[in-house]
């Protein structure tokens, strides 16, 4: 059984009706009676006299231990009365006050962490000696009431000392009391979670209104109780916007945090320790992967930083949910309001990118580039530049392509990768509507001769086309690669050629397909790569896997390409064509064709070649013919063979 640690008399006194004795004084009476008097200091020796003699003691009672709370606490309040800060918080640490009673006399920084309706635990002697004051300020004023504080600048310097003891008293409590707390272990649920909330809060702005943004810092980026909407005022007024974002980034409140950064950027909030906000924002999206944030917050910075939001819109995590095309067009228009040259960048990443097959986008994309390429030749220099280089190819003796020429001889620019971007696209996409681009380019016909051959060569217009690429452009090698692909001026080895060397494959590879082991290889480096990953993502490919040119289409327009030649007097064409092309030429419907003054030594390689061909067809006739009327013989001279060989037949079916 525990026994009592009343005090015991050692003197009795008894009477007839009555027993008395005589007690020693109490710890408790003793530090009243001091108290009373006015004697803090002894009061405080007498409190301090017994502590040591509890901590030299194996164990601690608790009635002596609660004994002793009692008067440091009742020390402390009697201090704060008085205005003796200092001691008062040593004393409120020493009896284990609960931070709330002390924090309840600083309203500003109280907030609304508890109203005056919620209670707490103190011990009843205490309580009857709490100053009646609701403020520190009131208890500054009403202890020296004789004494102007407000307008005597002496006394008002009095009271703004007083009033930073006081809050710096505060501060070094909560601080040793937090420690404690680490110390002990944090404990939680019921009334110990709310002190630990409204201690980290408290502390927490204190920290912010005087500036210690290195132990705000350490408080926020660790775990902590701070209650956020009592903190998030006091940092916005006090401009601890770094410490407001810390706030947030540790909590998990991404809104928030973007909204911040954003306000920093914009200059609505200047923080010196946050030097690019944007970055900021940019390196947090792209770790964050968040998709609704991505698109909310990317049109944002598209004003800002076109380059970097692009990347950022380009680069989310498609595999995780595939866009709708209406999400693609909204994202895309979006884009086009806030930066009308970032629209056009999103819209190339679309198309060529994400593989789009939307009409509507390939017509946006063949008029956006027609339009970079018009405002290119408007400009004086460079369709002086072009024009020269048509007229060099022309007067060159070359066997590459005037779009090979010209890739290899310009120097490297910005309006060389519009055109070079352009002729591939309107070359290699096949859904836009060709008639409405080739009225653009008419009104610039003699400088994008090249480009008005490719419409022509989709629209059907195969005559006008060739006498482009042979009268104006000069360019006979293509000329005959589009009879060899069927009315096409740009070959995919051309395009593949000029979409690696010159950074352009988006542009090629989205449209032309690659040679058969060139593909393979990628194919398999690429599956082994989404192997590696362990998925992969369904692309659709507008690469164009074309058959062979029909016979009859090829042969079409081998003639009218001969024609083309023929009518300009280009002998030498003409017969390098016709040897070449032999095999897919007849020599009845090139006759008619050739210009009675040309002389026989034009033809005459085509002409022997060809009449070989028939001889040589002729003869191999015959000789099949004979072969087969030998044995047409032997079966009809020999009768039982036949009927054998029949039976041998019917028993092998």
């Known amino acids: ?244 974002c810390a706030l947030y980034e540790e909590r998990g409140e991404d809104e928030k945090l973007l909204d911040a950064w954003s306000k920093l950027a914009e200059g609505d909030w200047m923080d010196d320790d946050i030097a690019d906000p944007l970055s900021s924002m940019f390196t947090f999206l792209m770790e964050k992967r968040d998709r609704k944030l991505t698109q909310q917050w990317g049109i944002w910075l598209t004003k800002r930083d076109p380059e970097r939001a692009l990347k950022l819109l380009t680069s989310r995590d498609m595999n995780k949910r595939r866009e709708r095309p209406e999400d693609d067009l909204l994202m895309l228009q979006q884009v086009t309001d806030a930066d009308p040259a970032a629209g056009v960048q999103f819209l190339e990443h679309i198309v060529l990118q994400k593989r789009s097959l939307n009409p509507d986008l390939h017509m946006r994309l063949a008029n956006s580039c027609v339009d970079q390429l018009l405002a290119c030749v408007t400009d004086a220099s460079t369709s002086k530049l072009w024009r020269a280089k048509a007229l060099s190819y022309a007067s060159s003796r070359t066997d590459t392509s005037f779009l090979s020429y010209f890739a290899s001889t310009t120097p490297d620019s910005e309006h060389k990768r519009v055109r070079l971007k352009t002729a591939l696209f309107l070359q290699g996409s096949a859904l836009y509507e060709p008639e409405p681009i080739k009225k653009r380019l008419m009104d610039h016909q003699k400088v994008l001769q090249l480009e008005v051959a490719i419409v022509d060569g989709k629209l059907g217009n195969h005559r006008a086309a060739l006498s482009i690429l042979v009268h104006d452009l000069r360019d006979a090698t293509s000329a005959e690669a589009y009879c060899t692909l069927g009315g096409e001026v740009v070959s995919g080895k051309i395009a593949q050629a000029i979409g690696d060397k010159y950074g352009l494959r988006p542009w090629s590879s989205a449209f032309f397909s690659l040679p058969t082991s060139v593909a393979m290889s990628r194919t398999t480096s690429t599956a082994t790569t989404a192997g590696s990953k362990g998925s992969t993502a369904a692309t659709t490919s507008m690469a164009r896997q074309k058959s062979s040119v029909d016979e009859g289409v090829k042969k079409g327009l081998l003639e009218i390409l001969l024609e083309v030649y023929m009518n300009d007097g280009e002998s030498e064409r003409t017969a390098h064509l016709l040897n070449s092309q032999a095999m897919n030429l007849d020599v009845v419907d090139v006759i008619p064709l050739v210009p009675p003054n040309w002389p026989l030594s034009v033809m005459s390689s085509f002409l022997a070649r060809s009449f070989r061909r028939t001889l040589h067809a002729k003869h191999e006739g015959q000789i099949v013919k004979a072969i087969s009327s030998g044995q047409n013989l032997e079966l009809l001279a020999h009768p039982s063979r036949t009927r054998s060989h029949r039976r041998g037949s019917r028993r092998r079916r």
Request: hydrophobic share 35%; charged share 25%.
């Open 1 to 244: 059984m525990r026994q009592s640690t009343f005090p015991r008399s050692g003197v009795l006194v008894v009477g007839a009706n009555y027993v008395q004795s005589l007690l020693p004084s109490t710890l408790r009476s003793q530090a009243e009676s001091l108290l009373e008097s006015h004697r803090i200091e002894d009061a405080i020796g007498l409190a301090d006299q017994q502590r040591k003699k509890l901590e030299s003691n194996l164990t601690v009672d608790d009635d002596e231990s609660e004994e002793l709370c009692y008067v440091y606490q009742r020390i402390g309040f009697q201090c704060l009365s008085e205005t003796l800060f200092e001691d008062a918080g040593n004393n409120f640490f020493a009896g284990d006050l609960d931070p709330r009673a002390l924090i309840s006399y600083y309203p500003d920084l109280r907030g609304s962490l508890f109203s005056k309706t919620d209670t707490l635990d103190i011990y009843m002697g205490v309580a009857e000696h709490m100053p009646r004051e609701s403020s520190i300020d009131e208890i500054i004023r009403n202890y020296s009431p004789h004494l102007d504080t407000h307008t005597e600048p002496s006394t008002a310097e009095l009271r703004k000392v007083l009033g930073m003891a006081a809050r710096e008293m505060l501060e070094k409590f909560l601080r040793k009391w937090k420690k404690k707390r680490e110390v002990n272990g944090e404990g939680v649920g019921g009334v110990v979670s709310t002190v630990n909330e409204v201690v980290d809060t408290v502390i927490a702005k204190i920290f912010a209104e005087e500036g210690k943004t290195a132990d705000l810092y350490t408080l926020l980026r660790g775990p902590n109780h701070v209650r956020q909407a009592e903190l998030e005022p006091v940092l916005t007024r006090t401009g601890r916007y770094s410490a407001l």
